[in-house]
């Protein structure tokens, strides 16, 4: 009897941990039954018996994982707004409050390296189901969160926070989901073995202006028109390069290959 009980155990572990890892790697829709089962060297008979579908499945995994997040970062941030004594925290604070506890657990064992994959995976899915997961069980922490950074940066209008945050969200996303966590500190380190407040005082000072730098102010704007004038020229000029190549040769030598050629020959 104990002896079917690990086992069964062990099979709803191996299926958690085989949908995690089609996951981060293909996305929800990306991810099929067959595929999960064979990893976790299952049949379809037992998704069936533990969880009742695909969907219920990667609802399970994505609690387990989020659940304790978002709660360590809801306990952070409302420790940090009662330091503040009332008083905004600033917005690096409150990306800060964002960052820590995935770190931590991606440091500890029982979240495991692949966390903030999974992390970036979570959020730059295109699932409507994934989208409507995260809606329906995280909205009141988002909100929280709105708030917060809405009393950090009182100057911006709340829509334009909004896409400023969603954008910051899509970036990091993007992110995480294709990096292994230690390549990105490596990369935010440069040679040099730092502390995780510096890693992510770095990864902050790299997102904060996304959050703060002017929104299309007119010098910006002037310097895009300058550009955009030289556009029509700098296509013309293109088709004129590639109509050249192609009367060379038809191989696609491209333009060094011209250069070194017009050398020789002279």
Known sequence: ?????????????RLLQAAEALFIERGFESMSLRQITQLADANLAAVNYHFGSKELLVQELLSKRLDRLNQERLQLLAACEQEADGKPLHASAVLSILFVPALRLSRDPAGGPAFMR???????DASPFIRDHLQEHYRPIFG????????ALPELPRNELGMRLHFILKSLSGLLAGEDMDELIASLGMGE??????????????????????FGSPEQ???????????DAAAKATDAVQAASGQVSHKSFGVLTMLNESNDGA
Do not use: C, H, K, W
Request: charged share 15%; net charge positive; glycine share 4%.
């Open 193 to 214: 073995t730092l502390s995780d407040a510096v890693v992510l005082a770095r990864l902050i000072s790299l997102l904060s202006p996304m959050l703060t730098s002017p």
């Open 118 to 124: 999974l992390l970036g995976r979570v959020y730059s």
């Open 221 to 231: 704007i002037e310097i895009v028109e300058q550009v955009m004038g030289q556009a």
């Open 144 to 151: 929280r969160f709105f708030e917060a950074f809405s009393r």
């Open 1 to 13: 009897m104990n002896s079917q009980v690990t086992a069964s155990g062990n099979t709803r572990i």
